[in-house]
């Protein structure tokens, strides 16, 4: 299974607690807005990642499930 | 051939039912059923913006709708440099009226919506007296909703929100209008001129041909109807010409980009040409920027405009079109502070993609080619000073200071 994040812009207020929990694939903007490295997640990160969705205050982030190719 | 504009002179209003079906006939309701196809082999893209292929978006609905799909065609029209959907659904509302029928029929839809952008009074009132010289049946079946004004409102899934619940902000996509759209039905949400154009098709025209919206440096502003094999500089020409020495094009609108007037005086304006160079024909603008006119300053118009109709729901559009502005601004206002021009160059490439709409990505497309375009012009203005006479709209402005 190929996973990966998404991004509910709308819901999304900028806490950042997704970039302190997975520096690896999200940074933030100049104004605290997550940039999402492009790709699906590495199995070595996908603990992290299931954090930093958890972790989302406002539920903006999930993980998407893409097909296998 | 019949054209889109074909027919008594604009100046004349509306025209009616009657004239139209003597022009044009009864509508060829058989056609419907074998329009998406013809449509497809036909490589008509879509005209309000986008370009997506009008033949692939009516096939997705029709795989989807099961007869109980919606037509929304969009006149909302809120591009500040284009008139060409007005212009359409005031003067020939019956092309626009036959290609939405056909789009119910093609796709299987029993609802169609007319979205007419709330300012557009002339469009409105032709649209709506048009509607009443249809068949009842039609009138069942058809309703006008005007578009509140600005520039997001337009966007499909903005008109999807604003039909569905009185506020014409993007929502987030998934899923797509042509998925879950009006009363949660497969919808399908098609520009005026690109429904015009398909009841063109369906009567065996190719086509060839769009709606261009000239301004600027051009002697003859507004409306016209051009082939796509055409040049710019025919176009240029058909316009009445330039009226002084022109630098660059703004292609496409707001969302479309600024080009070199040597890299696109002589390329034909079809989507694939265009497509080809990295450019868009987008909604058909064609705004001449002057030599004398400074590209900086048009730039930071256009980027302020936008950044003021964010839905401002997204903080990446919302914060980062309003940095991007003041930078714009204080560039063109020769006062830059010392890492503007590098801001905003990384800000460029930064909000692409991180909208529930594409409204940054059209903003830092417009931004990129400005800053591809007027480049020597950004860095003189980093240094505080413009090497360009007029202002790039009405306003005096003193002369610069300094040149290189």
């Known amino acids: ?69 | 051939m019949d054209r889109l504009l074909s027919g008594p002179p604009l100046t004349a209003g509306a025209e009616s039912y009657g004239a139209h079906q003597q022009r044009f006939g009864l509508l060829p309701a058989a056609a419907a059923r074998s329009l998406i196809g013809r449509l497809e082999a036909s490589n008509l893209a879509g005209r309000g913006g986008a370009g997506f292929p009008v033949g692939r978006k009516w096939r997705a609905v029709a795989e989807r709708a099961n007869r109980k799909g919606v037509v929304l065609a969009n006149g909302a029209e809120g591009e500040p440099l284009s008139l060409k959907d007005r212009t359409i659904m005031a003067a020939r509302p019956h092309l626009v009226i036959d290609g939405a029928v056909l789009a119910a029929d093609a796709v299987g839809a029993d609802d169609i919506i007319f979205y007419v952008g709330a300012e557009h009074q002339a469009a409105e009132a032709a649209m709506r007296y048009a509607l009443t010289e249809r068949s009842a049946d039609l009138r069942g079946r058809a309703r006008l909703i005007q578009a509140p004004r600005g520039y997001v409102a337009g966007e499909e899934s903005a008109a999807v929100h604003f039909v569905n619940a009185g506020d014409a902000r993007p929502t987030i996509t998934p899923p797509r209008p042509f998925e879950r759209g009006v009363g949660g039905r497969p919808t399908l949400v098609q520009n005026v001129e690109s429904l015009a154009a398909a009841a063109l098709v369906a009567r065996g025209d190719d086509a060839g041909t769009s709606l261009a919206t000239l301004s600027g440096a051009v002697r003859r502003t507004g409306v016209m109807e051009i082939g796509l094999d055409a040049t710019l500089a025919e176009v240029a020409a058909s316009g009445g010409g330039l009226v002084r020495p022109v630098q660059a094009v703004l292609l496409g609108g707001y969302f479309g980009g600024w080009v070199d007037i040597n890299d696109v005086w002589a390329l034909p304006l079809a989507p694939g040409s265009l497509r080809a160079r990295g450019h868009a024909f987008g909604c058909g603008v064609l705004y001449f920027l002057a030599e004398e006119t400074c590209g900086v300053e048009a730039t930071a118009r256009i980027i302020g405009y936008l950044a003021s109709q964010s839905a401002r729901q997204c903080g990446p559009c919302l914060f980062g079109l309003g940095a991007i502005d003041a930078a714009g601004r204080r560039l063109a206002a020769r006062s830059a502070q010392p890492d503007d021009l590098k801001r905003i160059a990384r800000w460029s490439g930064q909000l692409a993609g991180r909208g529930a709409c594409k409204h940054p990505d059209g903003a830092t497309g417009l931004l990129r080619s400005a800053l591809g375009v007027f480049a020597d012009d950004y860095a003189a203005h980093q240094r505080g000073f413009c090497v360009h006479r007029a202002p790039a709209v009405g306003r005096p402005v003193a002369m610069a200071q300094a040149v290189a």
Do not use: N, S
Not at chain 1, 32 to 59: F, M, N, Q, S, W
């Open chain 1, 1 to 69: 299974m190929r996973e990966q994040l998404q991004v509910d812009r709308i819901r999304c207020d900028g806490h950042g607690l997704c970039a302190e929990l997975l520096p690896e694939v999200i940074a933030l903007d100049d104004w605290g807005y997550p940039i999402v490295k492009a790709g699906t997640i590495a199995p070595t990160l996908l603990e992290h990642a299931r954090k930093a969705v958890d972790a989302c205050p406002v539920l903006a982030l999930k993980l998407a499930h893409l097909a296998e190719p």
